[in-house]
């Protein structure tokens, strides 16, 4: 493989070389107007050629200079060994045939025009730097635009692997914690009702294939969360019974929309940890579909008495991931009386 013109396909250098070639010509012929001198298909066939094998020249001094002297040691070493190296291969390519074919004249033809003086070897060499100038110019233009986007190209996918990293991180946080708290459920379970514990394991097994089924996917429809959360509160309500209350109103229109998984898990497991849940005092969460096309979490505030600090990670995971997913941002809103995150619901593009 050669790196630096895996952009750059044959047929791709064949048609700069035809393009380039031509334009010379048209330009040599153009300059002629006033003293014409006719046109030749044995010059447009030269100049062709010689294009060609300059490009090619070209792009053998780059591919070596790849090996034993990438750009990355160092642009302008690089740079002035390559335009020296690609210089000389071309003058050797245009003297060589020349000078040949002169002598060839001078001594079968015996054409007196033959002798190749100063003044023509100059003219020469300067129209074959001239030439040169143009095709290594157009050359390393191509060859600078194909690394640009190949690093274009590597920067996006990168960009893209950091971004399903981050995301996969997040939905690693939410399993541990969920397990942790529902094995405390489960351990007080077992003390009061073992029929009861048996059918809480089958509830919470639901819950935890949900988990795990997620645990791949960065978005789930409505209609699974909300299926999820009736499970996930009836293993709730076995611990704070009419402690805790949480309604759901979310009309089947809005079903189909789709949220990052465990969302509303985190909302209500994290109204429960900041607030008092008693049956005295129960604490009521409600889930309810807005017109706008976004799920509101409420709660009401009633603070424990001594807490430790949160952390707000739960709020930041949620937040976090829709801002990897989407335009559309978490709303927080903490009144004296009454907590709410707004959801937004999120509709799929077409594939």
Known sequence: ???????????????????????????????????????????????????????????AVS?????????????????????????????????????????????????PGSHYTLPIFLLINGAALTLFGIVQGAQLGMQFLGRWRQAEVRAERLQRESTQARLSALRQQVSPHFLFNNLNILSVLIDRSQPLAKEFVEQFAQVYR?????????????????????????????????????ELDVPAVWHQHYLPPLALQMLIENAIKHNVVAASRPLIVAVRAQEAG?????NNVQARGSQEKST??????????YEFLSERRLRIEHGPTAFTVELPLLELEPA
């Open 294 to 298: 976004t799920l509101l979490v409420t």
């Open 210 to 246: 949900y988990v795990l089924s997620s645990q791949e996917r960065e978005l789930v429809p409505v209609a699974e969360e909300l299926e999820m959360v009736q499970a996930y509160v009836f293993l709730l309500q076995q611990r704070f019974a009419a402690g805790l209350v949480v």
């Open 312 to 321: 707000g990670l739960g709020l930041a995971n949620i937040a976090k991931r």
């Open 1 to 59: 493989m050669r790196p630096s013109f895996a952009f750059s396909p044959r047929r791709v250098r064949v048609l700069g070389s035809l393009l380039i070639g031509l334009c010379v010509t048209m330009v040599y012929y153009a300059a002629s107007v006033l003293e014409p001198s006719g046109f030749a298909w044995s010059a447009v066939v030269v100049m062709l050629l010689l294009v060609f094998l300059m490009w090619e020249a070209a792009a």
């Open 63 to 111: 591919d070596y200079l790849d090996r034993r002297r990438p750009w990355a040691s160092g642009v302008g070493v690089r740079l002035l060994l390559q335009v020296l190296g690609s210089a000389g291969l071309a003058l050797v390519i245009v003297n060589v045939p020349y000078t040949i074919f002169k002598l060839y004249s001078l001594r079968y033809l015996e054409n």
